[in-house]
């Protein structure tokens, strides 16, 4: 079945530390992918997206390139903030029909520290 | 655009009780999204909407637990009668088509 598996938490950086958040999915045709940031006491945003085979999306300096080659959408960004602290879920739809039903990995708790 | 819009934002009730919670998607969109949230479960999707239609009520939890879609701009999803288990934040999100979804704030249940 389609599902989505991202790396366990919590991860624990200081300020300014390089951040990788492995996402891989499973899935029949050709998903969309997606990385969401929950703040805490707040709903889910979006973060970013990438719709395509290759895609780079990016958004308040994170990165995600989705790479078919290996079933990965990986979160990266160069230089953490402790207002990034908060959980991030990595999901993917479209493979089923024409609805746009969202499968959520389990979501990874940051905690970046001054 | 105000985003999806949630109330109450917070809901503390006794056992037994009915509860009633609302949302008002983004204007256009086709979707409707209800979800749940808790520590031990994660998000789990409970049900959704396409065109005020409902779907996919596999997620809905047994039949305490229903929802409506009465026109495109509101819906509710009503727990009668709720029970201590049934606490957690409830999520209602909207989208168009094979695009993202925009999540509400959330609705913090207590059932006490």
């Known amino acids: 079945g389609n599902s989505v598996t991202q790396m366990e938490g919590p991860v624990t950086l200081s300020e300014e530390a390089f951040l990788t958040i492995n996402c891989t999915y499973t899935a029949t045709g050709y998903p969309s992918l997606f990385w969401y940031v929950q703040y805490p006491g707040e709903g889910l945003q979006l973060l970013l997206k990438?719709?395509?085979?290759?895609d780079k999306g990016s958004n308040k300096g994170f990165e995600a390139t989705y790479r078919k080659e290996t079933t990965s959408f990986h979160l990266e960004k160069g230089s953490v903030q402790v207002s990034d602290s908060a959980v991030y879920f990595c999901a993917l739809a479209g493979v089923s029909g024409g609805y746009n039903k969202l499968i959520f990995g389990a979501g990874t708790r940051l905690a970046v520290h001054p | 655009d105000a985003g999806v819009i949630q109330s109450p934002r917070h809901e503390v009730t006794e056992m037994g009780q009915e509860v009633t919670l609302r949302c008002k998607p983004i204007s256009g969109h086709d979707y409707l999204f209800w979800y749940r949230q808790t520590m031990m479960r994660g998000l789990e999707l409970l049900i959704y909407f396409n065109n005020n239609v409902p779907i996919d009520d596999s997620g809905m939890p047994e039949d305490r637990f229903s929802a409506k879609m009465p026109n495109a701009s509101f819906s509710t999803l009503k727990i009668q009668p709720s029970e201590p288990r049934d606490s957690a934040v409830y999520f209602c999100?909207?989208?168009?088509?094979?695009?993202?979804?925009?999540f509400g704030p959330g609705t913090r249940l207590t059932v006490t």
């Open positions: 990438a719709t395509k085979a290759d």
């Open positions: 999100a909207s989208g168009q088509g094979r695009h993202e979804q925009y």
